[in-house]
């Protein structure tokens, strides 16, 4: 009888070790998934200023820049392509990452082109509008850069979590799946040639 007791109180307490076990793992990889949406969130809404910022832009320098419309048409387009990409925060896989991040890329690299081709107009680089909204968008893409930053480091810490062991048994069996990072862009790690 006693011994009975004893197999019954140890297998109490495995059952108590497990679960405490389970579900210390499990709510430690819900909330670091919910860090990694709310960082993916600040994202986007970074990304959405820039965007608001954009029609602001072109139409300041649509006055001064007449020939430059291929130009304007261009950051035009990469905006609009790059406001109907979207990724719900829940679902952040490579493949729609990597679509988010080619959009966005692509209005960058507009952008840049476009604040290369003011340097023709010496009025409109003197204008107090444009060179407002010229400050805003700077400190945006600052914002955009920490916003991403922060993102990494919250998606690295979460998947580090999930690829350890044992918690990588549990992250297969509750549907935890490695989240994607920003990466840089495509010759990004080469210095451009500038020649005066």
Known sequence: MKKSWIIIAVIAILGIIIYSSIKSTYNGMVTMSE???????QVTTDYQRRMDL??????????????????????????????SVTIDPSNLNAGAFAQFQQAQNGVSSALGRLLVTIEKYPDLKANQNFLELQAQLEGTENRIANARRKFNEATKTYNVYIKKFPKNIYANIFGFEQKPYFEAQQGAETAPNVEF
């Open 35 to 41: 860090e990694v949406d709310a960082k993916w969130s």
């Open 54 to 83: 954009i029609p602001n832009l072109v139409n300041t320098v649509k006055g001064y820049a007449e020939f430059e419309q291929e130009t304007l048409t261009a950051v035009v387009e990469a905006r609009s392509k790059a406001t």
